[in-house]
């Protein structure tokens, strides 16, 4: 079983991945390689020069799985929440166990509506509908959480990553039942 199963390898997807597999966390992240990312050119993201779409997808995918996360290249078809103790993801390939799940996808709520998670009016232009969280990423069903344009974050590649990574640690620190904080130094 994968401590945390993320649907969407786009920036919210990939960056929280990044964060749930070096904290040791056992990472599952399931992508179908249609991110609106994936058509854009970014020249407004920190640290970053100007970059096309799937260049910055593929740096993030890479840093994902640096650190021991499992990238699928699948589809999502269907979630079920099993014995109220943790979720089984059915994809064009197989099934996975995971004891979180993280909704990373950009402007879809379809799998979480099929899974019975509570969705509200969209707060951006071109976004119908996104999933209700509280302030920590949290949504209406235990243990499943959201992250960037899907929970209502500005569709920026900067702001979904950084909401990716902040949902992340607050799903590492509910695992570790104290707050979490990753924050490395300079090696000499």
Same mark, same amino acid.
């Given at each position: 079983?994968?401590?945390?199963?993320?649907?969407?390898?786009?920036?919210?997807?990939?960056?929280?991945?990044?964060?749930?597999?070096?904290?040791?966390?056992?990472?599952?992240?399931?992508?179908?390689?249609?991110?609106?990312?994936?058509?854009?050119?970014?020249?407004?993201?920190?640290?970053?020069?100007?970059?096309?779409?799937?260049?910055?997808?593929?740096?993030?995918?890479?840093?994902?799985?640096?650190?021991?996360?499992?990238?699928?290249?699948?589809?999502? #078809? /269907?979630? %079920?929440?099993?014995?109220? +103790?943790?979720?089984? *993801?059915?994809?064009?390939? @197989?099934?996975?166990? $995971?004891? =979180?799940?993280?909704?990373?996808?950009?402007?879809?709520?379809?799998?979480?509506e099929q899974?019975?998670?509570?969705?509200?009016e969209g707060?951006?232009?071109?976004?119908?509908?996104?999933?209700?969280?509280?302030?920590?990423?949290?949504?209406?069903?235990?243990?499943?959480?959201?992250?960037?344009?899907?929970?209502?974050?500005?569709?920026?590649t900067i702001? #979904? /990553?950084? %909401?990716?990574?902040?949902? +992340?640690?607050?799903? *590492?620190?509910?695992?570790? @039942?104290?707050?979490? $904080?990753? =924050?490395?130094?300079?090696?000499?």
């Open positions: 079983m994968y401590d945390i199963g993320i649907i969407g390898a786009g920036p919210a997807g990939a960056s929280a991945g990044l964060f749930t597999a070096k904290a040791g966390k056992k990472t599952l992240v399931i992508d179908h390689g249609k991110s609106i990312t994936a058509k854009a050119w970014v020249e407004n993201h920190y640290g970053v020069d100007a970059v096309e779409g799937p260049k910055l997808l593929e740096t993030g995918q890479q840093q994902l799985t640096k650190f021991g996360a499992k990238l699928k290249s699948e589809e999502v #078809t /269907a979630i %079920h929440f099993k014995d109220g +103790a943790y979720y089984e *993801i059915t994809t064009t390939e @197989g099934s996975y166990q $995971v004891e =979180h799940i993280l909704f990373a996808t950009g402007m879809s709520v379809k799998a979480a899974l019975g998670v509570k969705t509200t707060t951006e232009p071109r976004v119908a509908k996104i999933i209700d969280t509280d302030e920590h990423g949290r949504t209406s069903l235990p243990k499943a959480w959201a992250a960037g344009t899907v929970a209502g974050k500005s569709v920026h702001i #979904t /990553a950084g %909401h990716g990574a902040e949902t +992340a640690v607050n799903i *590492i620190s509910q695992l570790n @039942g104290k707050r979490y $904080v990753d =924050h490395d130094i300079l090696k000499d």
